[in-house]
């Protein structure tokens, strides 16, 4: 089972310590799911992160805003996909791509 198919409502995974911290951040984990499900909505998200619906409104503007997710609308809804190309931010991983973390992590 990948991260996005994590059980709904269950952010917590087997190897994850009492202190609650993950290898990847909560944008990580948004990116992640936005590129391996079935569009989903904001409250989705947000419930398969295990993090509030805000916060993924704030995350998936972040992640927008800097170009590593395309909105577009879907009827009323906002659809967000994947720009595989967009350079990751820390120095120590700048020469890798979000398409390759996908990847790596799929």
């Given at each position: 089972?990948n ?11 087997a190897g994850e ?18 590129s391996l ?16 619906e805000?916060?993924?409104?704030a ?6 805003g800097?170009?590593?997710?395309l ?14 190309d967009?350079?990751l ?6 020469g ?9 992590l799929?």
């Amino acid at each position: 089972m990948n991260a996005a198919e994590a059980p709904k409502g269950d952010a917590r995974t087997a190897g994850e310590s009492e202190r609650g911290w993950t290898f990847l951040t909560n944008h990580g984990h948004v990116l992640l799911c936005v590129s391996l499900s079935e569009p989903m909505t904001a409250r989705e998200l947000s419930l398969r992160v295990g993090i509030t619906e805000r916060s993924v409104q704030a995350i998936l503007a972040d992640l927008t805003g800097e170009g590593y997710l395309l909105k577009s609308k879907s009827g009323r809804r906002n659809v967000y996909t994947l720009n595989p190309d967009g350079r990751l931010r820390h120095p120590l991983e700048a020469g890798h791509t979000v398409g390759e973390l996908i990847e790596a992590l799929s």
